[in-house]
């Protein structure tokens, strides 16, 4: 720790940071604009000016940049002082010339930094009478407004976008004394997360265009806190709600996971919750069509169809809650239980469980990806599998360059120095996939070929860490040269990191990275590794148990089962079309909860509205193994509610009396953890019901919140009570405790005189570190001490093409192949058409161009595609867009001719 003194008040610090975050970390209002804990220091604003005093002795001092100025021992500062309180409110008013006067009418009102600091300065009158400088606003796509205007020049957005995010189409561009900050033309913004620029902006340059569709002041949301359900990382946001609809998803920190940034599938994908496709009353099945009905006739129906019915099986979802599918476990019986998985992905999420569980590596966190200084990725399309994951990789290969900063003693947070000195120079990067990758331009090296080939280079790279690995025959000098080249950037890296997934359906490259992180253990290096799963609650389904669904297609053939309920679940995205038709056929009672009216919903006899991620409770698993609990945002209209709730209902009416002590979500939780003892950490993941702050709940509700009498008087002209909840500590409202809550209940985050994101400096122990009292969530899997185990031998055959023959692999997309997000209009703009993707050698010698139209067999339906000419993809492949329509459920990899439609 470094002693500093404040207004001559001694304080300790963390060594090597900078004056500006010593400040603020001890809780000191310091306005900056420039600066971002993420983003480093450049000193381009001014704005954080303090007084330095040489010793005590000093009365006159100097006017020193606090974000630029290192908090060593001894150090005196004042920020009170007139001469920096001056200097401050100067360069304000400066900056304001130009601003225009539309607070009222600018998106961020209300949340804005440059209001919140324009106030802290003491600046509130403008002298100049001169013409304001303006600027032509730019069209970047569905999920950014534009409006340059309001440029304070701050750089903060360029230095996001180009130097943290790698995107090369936003720039400055300078003339004489005059930036703009845009792209070359107009169009949409290419990086995958351009969507920060909404909360890295200070100002209203850049803000959220689908909010727009649908606009409501910040302090007229209401909030809960929340985990996003767009993929398996779990990445912590704030949704907001406004007249029973979702309004706009804000990052929610957690120092531990997605820290400051979001990706933009997670920020804009919210839109699904007020899709038109939502179910939200229950439908039964009448003279073949689905009608809507009243819950009570559901029930009764519901009822007489399971009392004293035997043949009973429970489907659940990788994307329902741990709760809500440990109810539909407790409904049929823990045998009867099938996970929702198709049968590669059950059999691939075990393996992954299973090498998580016994080590010897430790699956890291996304703040530890950041942190590893070379990296090897199997097998995985990182950017459009895990995104978030994707920009923490793209922070580790500055982690060995950075050393040359530590030898000449610049410290990390003087960013343009310290990447002044590294320049182009990266750490160790290798990745192998079918086809290329957004993250290539960031990698040592790229090695292209089919999903055996990945995993036998993946078995090389082990067996060049270590002689007791298994040999792999049949490499070519060059293969066995570049798994030399791997092994050794691992074996000399401090923290070396293995990154695979389930997303190539391949078990052999899920064992590949194992051996890999195996080998490096004997080596004495302690190694990561991090397995992506698809979807939001993939490990959690999995730590619960269950068959697979092909399994649950048997059971029903066999006869030892009649009745299915099916769990938020759509099963024609799990299996081919006509495996799906033929079971759905050979079940006498079909019965569906889900949000969404899918084509499984479409077969149902009865379907059931379920609560979104907005509208329920639960808990989630993340890949990491990390279990996060998210809160309702709102209560829904109509019949809906969360799944546990209504197989609750299900229970007591099958005569099921166990249900009855179900009264909340702690009871669900705490039968879970006497059930499964491996899962009886998810307990300490949020604090109970019965938490109270001197007696009050949390409110979800800001307390500017307005309007409350005029948004219901189409329902009472008095104000109605508020509704309960008696899942959770928050209050549907803005009453409550204005005191700092547990960060797993932090519903958004808000200080005085701090009314944008920026408030979470208040929040955190230390900036840039975790929130008070830890950050949300707790690890359910952690390998045995000192595991080791023994390594997977099977090591696949080299990949052989076939005459006429392509072998079809999945390739997935941030826009389009999840399920959810796809229902959102602005995610769907952006969303790719079906189409088949093919090496320029496969397509000469198929006699193909670019765009004509082939017919291609998958998963026993033929589709029209048109043909996509990509070098990235290695020769006999040929790349399927998976999850979208009508390529979801085919059973990739798979051979198949492709012929001239």
């Known amino acids: 720790m470094t002693k500093i003194f404040v207004e001559n008040q001694a304080y300790e610090v963390e060594d090597g940071q900078s004056l500006l975050h010593a400040c603020l970390s001890l809780g000191f209002n310091l306005p900056y604009f420039c600066w971002h804990p993420a983003l480093g220091s450049v000193g381009a604003c001014r704005q954080c000016a303090v007084k330095q005093f040489r010793d005590e002795k000093d009365t006159r001092g100097r006017l020193v940049m606090s974000c630029m100025t290192p908090a060593i021992e001894g150090t005196r500062i004042s920020i009170a002082d007139a001469e920096a309180v001056a200097f401050r409110k100067g360069v304000v008013e400066g900056l304001m010339l130009n601003h225009p006067h539309d607070c009222p009418v600018c998106d961020e009102g209300g949340q804005c930094h440059l209001q919140d600091m324009t106030v802290m300065t003491g600046h509130d009158y403008r002298r100049t009478i001169y013409p304001k400088r303006t600027f032509r606003n730019q069209n970047l796509g569905p999920l950014l407004n534009h409006e340059m205007n309001r440029c304070i020049q701050c750089y903060r957005c360029v230095r996001y976008y180009r130097e943290y995010a790698g995107g090369t189409d936003l720039d400055a561009f300078r003339l004489r004394n005059v930036v703009y900050f845009g792209r070359h033309e107009d169009g949409t913004l290419q990086n ?292 030399a080249r791997i092994a050794e950037a691992l074996k000399s890296a401090e923290r070396p990191l293995v990154v695979s997934g389930t997303s190539m359906n391949s078990e052999a490259v899920l064992q590949a990275a194992a051996n890999v992180a195996r080998a490096l253990f004997a080596a004495g290096r302690t190694a990561s590794l991090s397995l992506a799963a698809p979807e939001c609650n993939t490990l959690g389904v999995a730590l619960l148990g269950g068959g697979s669904l092909t399994e649950a297609f048997k059971a029903v053939k066999s006869g030892s089962a009649d009745t299915v309920v099916i769990l938020e679940n759509d099963l024609y995205r799990r299996a081919p079309a006509q495996e799906v038709e033929e079971f759905l056929s050979c079940v006498r009672h079909v019965v569906v909860l889900d949000s969404l009216a899918t084509p499984t919903v479409e077969k149902a006899e009865l379907a059931l509205p379920a609560g979104t991620f907005a509208e329920s409770d639960g808990t989630l698993v993340s890949s990491e193994g990390r279990a996060q609990r998210f809160f309702e945002v709102y209560v829904p209209g109509g019949d809906i509610q969360s799944s546990w709730r209504w197989l609750r209902e299900i229970m007591l009416g099958a005569g099921q009396r166990e249900a009855a002590a179900w009264q909340n979500l702690d009871d669900v939780v705490a039968s879970i953890a006497s059930a499964i003892p491996e899962l009886a950490g998810v307990a300490q993941a949020a604090p109970s019901a019965s938490f109270r702050i001197a007696g009050a709940k949390v409110p979800r509700a800001p307390h500017r919140y307005s309007g409350r009498t005029a948004m219901l008087a189409n329902i009472a002209v008095s104000e109605p009570k508020p509704p309960e909840d008696p899942d959770s500590p ?102 790719p058409e079906p ?30 595609l048109r043909i996509r000419i990509a070098p990235g993809i290695a020769k006999g492949l040929a790349g399927l867009p998976a999850g979208i329509l009508p390529l979801e459920g085919a059973g990739l990899p798979a051979w198949s001719g492709i012929s001239r439609a």
């Not at 990789?393 to 002044?420: G, Y």
């Not at 088949?836 to 017919?855: F, H, K, R, Y």
Request: charged share 20%.
């Open 192 to 483: 995958e997360f351009a969507g920060n620029l909404d909360e890295i902006c200070p100002t209203g340059v850049f803000t959220d265009k689908t909010v727009k569709r649908h606009y409501t002041r910040k302090w007229d949301l209401q909030y809960a806190p929340s985990v996003c359900v767009h993929c398996g990382l779990g990445c912590n946001i704030s949704p907001g709600e406004r007249y029973g609809t979702l309004r706009r998803i804000v990052n929610r920190y957690n120092g531990e996971v997605n820290g400051y940034f979001l990706c933009d599938r997670g920020r804009f994908g919210y839109e699904f919750v007020n899709s038109p496709k939502r179910m939200r009353q229950p439908l039964l099945l009448k003279d073949g069509k689905p009608q809507p009905v009243a819950k009570a006739r559901a029930m009764e129906h519901l009822a007489s169809v399971l009392r004293g019915n035997k043949k009973v099986i429970g489907i659940g979802s990788p994307r329902a809650s741990l709760e809500s599918n440990f109810a539909l476990r407790a409904l049929v019986g823990p045998e009867r239980f099938y996970s929702g998985l198709s049968n590669a992905g059950q059999r691939l999420t075990a393996a992954a469980l299973e090498i998580l569980r016994h080590g010897p590596a430790r699956s890291p966190s996304l703040r530890q990806i950041e942190q590893a200084d070379a990296v090897l990725v199997l097998g995985e399309d990182v950017t459009n599998v895990a995104p978030r994951m994707a920009l923490a990789l793209r922070q580790s290969v500055r982690q060995q360059p950075m050393r040359a900063a530590d030898q000449l003693k610049i410290p990390h947070w003087l960013d343009h120095a310290v990447r002044e000195l590294a320049q182009d120079q990266k750490g160790p990067l290798y990745i192998a996939t079918p086809a290329a990758t957004r993250l290539d331009d960031v990698a040592t090296e790229t090695y292209r070929a089919a999903p055996d080939n990945i995993a036998r280079l993946g078995f090389a790279v082990a067996r060049a860490l270590g002689a007791s690995a298994p040999e792999v025959s049949g490499l070519s000098e060059a293969e066995r040269a570049l798994a």
């Open 730 to 831: 928050l209050s549907f409202t803005m009453e409550g405790s204005p005191d700092q809550p547990p960060s797993p209940l932090i519903p958004f985050f808000w200080s005085p005189g701090w009314n944008s994101i920026q408030s979470l400096n208040k929040f955190q122990e230390e900036i840039a570190g975790p929130l008070r009292g830890g950050d949300p969530g707790v690890r359910l899997i952690e390998p045995p001490t000192g595991a080791n185990g023994s390594y997977f031998t099977d090591v696949p055959n080299s990949f052989e093409p076939k005459a006429g023959q392509w072998l079809l692999v999945p390739l997935y997309h941030i826009f389009g192949t999840d399920e959810l997000s796809c229902l959102a209009p602005a995610i769907t703009e952006l969303s």
């Open 835 to 864: 189409y088949v993707m093919l090496n320029p050698e496969d397509a000469s010698a198929l006699q193909v161009a670019e765009g004509v139209e082939v017919t291609v067999t998958v998963g026993g339906a033929t589709h029209r």
